[in-house]
Each structure stands twice: as C-alpha cells, then as structure tokens.
Nanobody, 126 residues
Framework: QDQLVESGGGSVEAGGSLRLSCAAFGNTYSRNCMGWFRQAPGSEREGVATIYTSGGITYYADSVKGRFTISRDNAKNTVYLQMRSLKPEDTAMYYC???????????????????WGQGTQVTVSS
C-alpha cells in the first residue's frame, strides 16, 4: 500500500527539540525529492525542508535555517526532520511528502509533491 506515515510530533516548550520521522511504504519513497511541510490553522501549507534522497542535497525555508535538519535513510525508506531551538511560531501540523518526478531541484512548493502523509502535530509553548 502506497503511504507515508509521520511520527514524532508532540508538545514542547520554546527552545526545545523534536525529531520527526516519515516512513514510506509501497512506491512512495522517492529517489528524487522528499520533503517536510507544515500548516498552521488559517495559513497555507508551507515548505520547511526538502532533500534529494539520492544525493543528499537539502533545501530549507529561511525561517528554519540553522535550526532544522532534514536527513534520510535510504535503506529504511525513511526521512527525518530534526528540529532544534523550537519557537511558538513553529506550531503547526507537519506533513511528509514525496515528489517522484526528476526535476533537478527539490522544490519547497507543496503542489509539486504527489504523495502526502496524514501529518503529525507539533505544538511549541512559550
């Protein structure tokens, strides 16, 4: 069954850390681009970090650079998002996504991604 399953969300205080995991099943693990996106209530879904899984090249939104790290384990078909120095504005539902197309660049734009997980909630309190 083709699906992406996120885990690792939770509630933390500002300054804390969380590590999200995204396990890909079926044909959803992309050898091109995998990414993490987030959506807060009343806001559009925004790209957080993406990774070219074959080469390891990463891309980050300016708001998370230096605090978040995306990585992958191709043997486990899993992508991770290590989040440090969390801020209240990081509070959102976090989604994993896969782009199976070979675009030469891992976009931070949500419409470019075909497969999506159900999301995991991250809440950061001040």
């Amino acid at each position: 069954q083709d699906q992406l399953v996120e885990s690792g969300g939770g509630s933390v205080e500002a300054g804390g850390s969380l590590r999200l995991s995204c396990a890909a099943f079926g044909n959803t693990y992309s050898r091109n681009c995998m990414g993490w996106f987030r959506q807060a209530p009343g806001s559009e879904r925004e790209g957080v970090a993406t990774i070219y899984t074959s080469g390891g090249i990463t891309y980050y939104a300016d708001s998370v650079k230096g605090r978040f790290t995306i990585s992958r384990d191709n043997a486990k078909n899993t992508v991770y998002l290590q989040m440090r120095s969390l801020k209240p504005e990081d509070t959102a539902m976090y989604y994993c996504a896969a782009d199976l197309s070979a675009r030469g660049y891992c976009s931070l734009s949500a419409p470019m991604y075909k497969y999506w997980g159900q999301g995991t909630q991250v809440t950061v309190s001040s």
